[in-house]
């Protein structure tokens, strides 16, 4: 158990609806990591947050946004689902902002499948 | 363009024997390498990892070498073991520092 906890763990939804992925980090740790999986691919970095802030994004699409809470924890935002968009996203946590030499601690993942 | 690529999909192995996973990587500033285990329905949890500067880390049975001049990184697994079937994933921290990069995985599977 790496600490992370993301919910919920499957989702089913139609294409055009928006659905939210919930991520709590590690204890103490203050930043968050999303990546997607898809079919055949290696997980792809989404974006990243420290602290509440916004640090790093990668190949996230307009349709899809995030936050982090003042508890930490975070929330991954689909929107205007396509059947592409069926995946498993993973979110990770580490202590610091950035990697430098420490790993990060992943989720199990939710895996969410558009109908 | 993949920077971290794991060209064999899948390897079998039978249990005792050495299992080789290989990776390859195209930025020659990546500075350290990282090798993640994944089972079903679980996240990537870490495995091992190696700094640029060294050219093998070992940890138990598990040992990552590092070719700088060819680009390539290779986990062998001694003796392989029946729960080590997983798939492995290479990475490597982007420029920035600010995430992973990640192969698309070797799906390892090791025989009794």
């Known amino acids: 158990d790496s600490g992370v906890t993301q919910t919920p763990k499957h989702l089913i939804t139609a294409t055009g609806q928006r659905v939210t992925l919930r991520c709590s980090p590690r204890s103490g740790d203050l930043s968050v990591y999303w990546y997607q999986q898809s079919l055949d691919q290696g997980l792809q970095f989404l974006i990243q947050y420290y602290n509440g802030e916004e640090r790093a994004k990668g190949n996230i699409l307009e349709r899809f946004s995030a936050q982090q809470f003042p508890d930490l924890h975070s929330e991954l935002n689909l929107s205007s689902l396509e059947l592409g968009d069926s995946a498993l996203y993973f979110c990770?946590?580490?202590?610091?902002?950035?990697?430098?030499?420490?790993?990060?601690?992943f989720g199990p993942g939710t895996r969410l499948t558009v109908t | 363009d993949q920077q971290v690529k794991q060209n064999s999909p899948s390897l079998s192995v039978q249990e005792g024997r050495i299992s080789i996973l290989n990776c390859d990587y195209t930025?020659?500033?990546?500075?350290?390498f990282l090798w993640y285990k994944k089972y079903p329905a679980e996240g990537p949890t870490f495995l091992i990892s190696i700094s640029s500067i060294k050219d093998k880390n070992e940890d138990g049975r598990f040992t990552v070498f590092l070719n700088k001049s060819a680009k390539h990184l290779s986990l062998h697994i001694v003796p392989s073991q029946p729960g080590d079937s997983a798939v492995y994933f290479c990475a490597a921290p982007n420029q920035a520092g600010t995430a992973l990069i990640f192969g698309k995985g070797t799906t390892l599977s090791v025989s009794s």
């Open positions: 990770a946590s580490s202590v610091a902002s950035g990697l430098a030499g420490g790993e990060q601690y």
């Open positions: 930025n020659s500033m990546f500075d350290y």
